[in-house]
């Protein structure tokens, strides 16, 4: 389990399985929740926690499917978040959020994944943090998850920095907005 630091952010698509992860600030997105919607969203968040907390939105959890540089947070057949329209981040970019968290299956997968996570990074000017392979969550592990933790990841996890540049990662031992 990886434990956020508060104010968090999570946008949990409609059409991933359980867990739908919880944090300071939750956002259930419908179906067809776009790019530019999340993004809405995001800022807006932000704008909650700096008054309310007095601190900038710390992690946000985008818990969706993701397919070969394509990330479904409005469900899978919609319009996905990818490289065409990943500029819509860049609206981020003057707040200094900080770690954006794919918990999408494959979200860093070879070439396409990867340059998805990259672009995203750059775009947004935060760190983005995502596995190469399928994320499972089950039984008591989903459990005990409880507000302001997401599961760990499987396969290889890698940060994206707001260069784009990409690393292999211990997210509990090596990104600053964990706890």
Not at 5 to 11: D, G, N, R, V
Not at 111 to 125: I, K
Not at 128 to 140: E, K, L, M, P, R
Not at 142 to 147: M, R, V
Request: charged fraction near 15%; charge should be neutral; aromatic fraction near 6%.
């Amino acid at each position: 389990m990886i434990e956020m630091k508060s104010p968090s952010l999570a946008i949990n698509s409609h059409d991933v399985g359980y867990p739908n992860y919880m944090m300071w600030h939750t956002i259930a997105a419908p179906r067809g929740y776009s790019p530019l919607e999340m993004v809405s969203a995001i800022i807006g968040a932000n704008s909650r926690a700096l008054i309310s907390t007095r601190s900038k939105l710390l992690n946000i959890v985008i818990n969706c499917h993701a397919s070969r540089g394509s990330l479904y947070i409005g469900g899978i057949g919609q319009i996905p978040l990818e490289m065409s329209n990943v500029v819509v981040f860049s609206a981020l970019k003057k707040l200094n959020i900080g770690t954006i968290w794919l918990v999408a299956c494959d979200a860093a997968r070879k070439d396409l994944g990867e340059r998805l996570c990259a672009a995203l990074a750059v775009a947004s000017g935060c760190k983005v943090v995502a596995s190469d392979t399928d994320q499972q969550v089950s039984g008591w592990d989903a459990f005990q998850l409880g507000i302001g933790n997401i599961d760990d990841f499987e396969g290889n996890v890698f940060v994206f920095n707001a260069a784009g540049a990409k690393s292999r990662i211990n997210p509990k031992r090596d990104i600053d907005t964990v706890a």
